[in-house]
């Protein structure tokens, strides 16, 4: 059964740093492209960033990118997303979710439960 | 950037009824779509990616059609366990970009 179970959310002033994991387990997470999505309370969701396998490929939103930074290691079967200079608009569940190579493109395919990060003074 | 449009923003139909969801981007995007449901306190789960395919599992109501910018989901007979909302995503490059989803009730 696959798994993916994200840690390291809580609570974190404005302008604080907050580094996410996610556990994967139930396959081979080394054949797996990995992306953080993100949903406000009571919002939609929001794609935040996808790394590919081997690290080479890394994409980030607009609203987080040069403060946010995506990195797995295939040798612990982890994703992590290291967030600094946090905003109280970054307040969200964000979700773990991998990603399936079909026909050229990777479409998420499985999700974590999430983690709450709360930006607040 | 491409950007996701999805109409309407929500919906109420009668248990069996066929409901209609729209997609629309502002690009072309071939068939690089994926619709995703989201229940009520749940987590996202994919229905249909590549526009049309029906993931594994998942009841057979649920259809998707479409390409290029216009994309619909529709789902044959509607049931109360369908409440949701409902969300598609492009994934034909970066940025991944989810429409602003629909919230399907029942009447």
């Known amino acids: 059964e696959v798994q993916l179970v994200e840690s390291g959310g809580g609570l974190v002033q404005p302008g604080g740093s907050l580094r996410l994991s996610c556990a994967a387990s139930g396959f081979t997470f080394i054949t797996y492209a990995m992306n953080w999505v993100r949903q406000a309370p009571g919002q939609g969701l929001e794609w935040v960033s996808h790394?590919?396998?081997?690290?080479?490929?890394?994409y980030y939103a607009d609203s987080v990118r040069g403060r946010f930074t995506i990195s797995r290691d295939n040798a612990k079967n982890s994703l992590y997303l290291q967030m600094n200079n946090l905003r109280v608009e970054d307040t969200a569940v964000y979700y773990c979710a991998r990603a399936l190579y079909r026909s050229g493109r990777h479409y998420i395919d499985q999700w974590g439960q999430g983690t709450l990060v709360t930006v607040s003074s | 950037d491409i950007q996701m449009t999805q109409s309407p923003s929500s919906l109420s139909a009668s248990v069996g009824d066929r409901v209609t969801i729209t997609c629309r981007a502002s690009?072309?995007?071939?068939?690089?779509l994926g619709w995703y449901q989201q229940k009520p306190g749940k987590v996202p789960k994919l229905l249909i990616y590549?526009?049309?395919t029906l993931q594994s599992g998942v009841p057979s109501r649920f259809s998707g059609s479409g390409s290029g910018t216009d994309f619909t989901l529709t789902i044959s007979s509607l049931q109360p366990e369908d409440v949701a909302t409902y969300y598609c995503?492009?994934?034909?490059?970066?940025?991944?970009?989810f429409g602003p989803g629909t919230k399907v009730d029942i009447k």
């Open positions: 590549a526009a049309s």
């Open positions: 995503q492009k994934y034909n490059s970066d940025p991944f970009t």
């Open positions: 790394i590919n396998i081997g690290s080479s490929k890394l």
């Open positions: 690009q072309d995007i071939s068939n690089y």
